[in-house]
């Protein structure tokens, strides 16, 4: 059965960073593609940033720029490198691959 588990959030001030990682068991990163997305307080869920099985990698708009996903295909594990954080980036953050989610991990950013 298959797992994933994220970790790295916690709680920075604006224009601060956090690595968030994504440790997957029982599946293949590469082999789904995974993505990252997030869900603040009374929002919809909503994706943050995907890497394809293919090696293409998207982000939404907000964070074009600031934040990078990546891949270590050895470690089977994903991550978000998320730099110059605003308070609008406060989130529950989870990973998601070959139809599994993680548990989330808690991103807060204050002024």
């Known amino acids: 059965q298959g797992q994933l588990v994220e970790s790295g959030g916690g709680s920075v001030q604006t224009g601060g960073s956090l690595k968030l990682t994504c440790a997957a068991s029982?599946?293949?990163?590469?082999?789904?593609?995974m993505g990252w997305y997030r869900q603040a307080p009374g929002k919809e869920r909503e994706s943050v940033a995907i890497?394809?099985?293919?090696?293409?990698?998207r982000y939404s708009d907000s964070v074009k720029g600031r934040f990078t996903i990546s891949r270590d295909n050895d470690k089977n594990t994903a991550y978000l490198e998320m730099n110059s954080l605003k308070t609008e980036d406060t989130a529950v953050y989870y990973c998601?691959?070959?139809?599994?989610w993680g548990q989330g991990t808690q991103v807060t950013v204050s002024s």
């Open positions: 998601a691959s070959c139809n599994l």
């Open positions: 029982g599946l293949r990163l590469d082999l789904c593609g």
């Open positions: 890497f394809t099985s293919t090696g293409i990698r």
